[in-house]
């Protein structure tokens, strides 16, 4: 995506998925508390806890001093709570969503890795103001 207005569009779209995601985590936590495995200690504060990251790093990405850092920490993240999103699908955790819905989350991570590494990776700037690396 080399317009820029097209890039930084994707990344205003990119830090509002994140931080209504996020919002979520709060707006409905016991929802989340149902993915995470029963071996997992304080759920409901590990549930406001990522959502805080969520919502943080939606903020982040919209900084251009930290943008890069902060869409490979959406990388690290979407990465570590793809095992929360297989033990719902591969317990058939009752969401009241269908199967099939829980099926599409686990090849949606991948999307959302290269959604987030189109602005991780050198050159990627939606910004005018920094400089070519």
């Known amino acids: ?13 990119l830090s509002i998925f994140y931080i209504l995601a996020g919002a ?3 707006i ?10 029963a071996i997992i200690p304080f759920p ?5 806890l990522t959502g805080l990251v ?3 790093l939606g903020f982040s990405v919209l900084n251009y001093k930290i943008m890069r850092p902060a869409a490979w920490s959406i990388i690290i993240f979407l990465i570590a709570v793809f095992p929360a999103n297989f033990h ?3 317990n058939d955790v009752d969401l009241g969503v269908p199967r ?8 949606l ?6 959604w987030a590494y189109m602005f991780a990776r050198k050159n990627s700037h939606p910004y005018r103001v920094l400089p070519e690396e």
């Open 100 to 107: 099939w819905v829980l099926l599409i989350r686990l090849p």
């Open 88 to 90: 719902v699908y591969w």
């Open 24 to 26: 979520m985590h709060f």
């Open 54 to 56: 969520e919502i943080t």
């Open 44 to 48: 409901k504060e590990v549930i406001y």
């Open 28 to 37: 409905i936590p016991d929802f989340y508390v149902l993915m995470l495995p």
């Open 109 to 114: 991570q991948i999307v959302l890795i290269f």
């Open 1 to 13: 995506m080399k317009n820029p207005g097209k890039l930084k569009f994707s990344l205003i779209l």
